[in-house]
């Protein structure tokens, strides 16, 4: 019978190695479990390995063999799988959390969550989770090979949970973590909501009236051959006639600027441009400088708090930015504290970031609280951004109405100024 040498965690953090004949993995995965640890790691023997993954990977082989027979675009409809949600992520977390917390194990836990609904991971993903944990990997590493669903961020600190023996208690963090970025993100959603529906009325209100009451109009002016129509009603009828005679060149122009788009912003020059703009626009580059300065430190915050390095840290938090501008930044940064130095001072040095969140980052440094000085950091500028929205939505309002009101004014106008015309006309 092989001996399975494995690593596990008591249910106070302190760490096991020992050795177990049993004779498969899923044995010895039970018989840990059965002892009340936390399994890290199971090591078989080479050749039991070698013999329970030819069939794996035999299986493997073939299945890739039979997709590489399908059509490439239907490969990649197949293969294409929808990221989760922040929300669904954070669901999927509490309720794997919850079971860990009633005493399950985690193989079982995560064969109820294949059961559970989970909108957003689909049950073959917690079955795969359950069939990796029980061929002896850690659940970082069974999560780590569906990037599709899980981050880096997500991944490591997993991964320091199951070191530190808090798997639990982290994922209790990790489910809060996704859920506060969930809420910002549906206050930009709820942001955008009421303008985005005025703009909409008001492009379906013009359209109609270019299409089908305007060229009924456009009749009655073509019989009034001796009458100067105003300046206002020539050039809605030159727009009309635009609209009507070369519909497809508008089409074909707003094809081409979003390629035109989509390529610069696709290149790092444009990229950078984009975002530099985005952060130093009126109004809307306040609320989107609070975000990044909130992701930021809510990020670094819950990676430190969870045991994670401090490059590590600083590297996913990198790769989570959405602007290039702050990533940048934080590679400086990084680059940096690798030759012992603190992260405010970077930080400092890259313009980028206020005073106030250097100034508290240095206090945290000080006191050698950093994680708690980037979760102040973090709530500060989420309660400013929460007012930042409010703002930029009592903005947005009455522009969108005021814009709205302008192209159907102008439209009634154009027409009510010929009809006058041609009644005046007519009384002469």
């Not at 105003?230 to 060149?249: A, E, K, V």
Request: aromatic residues 8%; hydrophobic residues 50%; positive net charge.
């Amino acid at each position: 019978m092989p001996q399975f040498t494995y690593k596990a965690r008591r249910r106070s953090g302190e760490l096991i190695q020992a050795r177990l004949e049993v004779p498969d993995r899923a044995a010895a995965l039970s018989e840990i479990e059965r002892m009340g640890l936390i399994p890290i790691s199971v090591d078989a023997p080479k050749g039991a390995v070698a013999r329970a993954e030819r069939p794996a990977s035999g299986a493997r082989e073939e299945a890739r063999g039979a997709a590489a027979l399908l059509p490439r675009g239907i490969r990649e409809i197949i293969q294409r799988r929808r990221r989760p949600k922040l929300q669904e992520l954070a669901t999927f977390t509490q309720q794997l959390a919850n079971l860990l917390h009633s005493g399950m194990p985690l193989t079982v836990a995560l064969n109820s969550m294949t059961h559970l609904e989970s909108k957003g991971v689909p049950p073959e993903v917690s079955r795969q989770l359950r069939q990796d944990v029980m061929e002896g990997r850690s659940l970082s590493d069974a999560m780590a090979k569906q990037p599709h669903i899980f981050t880096d961020l997500y991944v490591n600190m997993v991964r320091a949970g199951e070191q530190s023996g808090a798997l639990e208690d982290v994922l209790r963090r990790l489910a809060a973590h996704y859920e506060r970025f969930a809420e910002v993100q549906s206050k930009f959603v709820a942001a955008l909501i009421y303008p985005a529906i005025v703009a909409t009325v008001g492009i379906v209100i013009i359209f109609f009236f270019m299409s089908f009451m305007l060229p009924k109009f456009l009749v009655i002016f073509e019989g009034m051959k001796n009458v100067q129509l105003p300046s206002s009603t020539r050039l809605l009828i030159g727009i009309s006639d635009f609209f009507h005679g070369y519909w497809w060149l508008l089409i074909l122009m707003i094809l081409a600027g979003l390629v035109l788009f989509k390529r610069f912003q696709g290149s790092s020059s444009g990229r950078r441009t984009i975002d530099g703009w985005k952060m130093g626009a009126p109004v809307i580059g306040k609320v989107i400088r609070l975000n990044l300065f909130a992701q930021f430190s809510r990020t670094l915050a819950t990676l430190l708090v969870n045991g994670v390095p401090v490059l590590t840290a600083l590297k996913i938090s990198e790769q989570v930015m959405p602007n290039v501008m702050v990533r940048e930044a934080i590679a400086r940064t990084r680059e940096e504290v690798t030759d012992g130095k603190t992260i405010a001072q970077p930080l400092a040095r890259s313009k980028l970031f206020p005073q106030l969140m250097i100034d508290l980052l240095q206090i945290g440094e000080e006191t050698g609280d950093v994680p708690g000085a980037l979760r102040n950091i973090a709530d500060t500028y989420e309660n400013e951004l929460g007012i930042g929205l409010r703002v930029l939505t009592n903005l947005i309002e009455p522009a969108m109405i005021i814009l709205m009101a302008l192209g159907v004014g102008f439209l009634l106008f154009s027409v009510l100024s010929a009809m006058f015309a041609i009644t005046s006309n007519i009384a002469r």
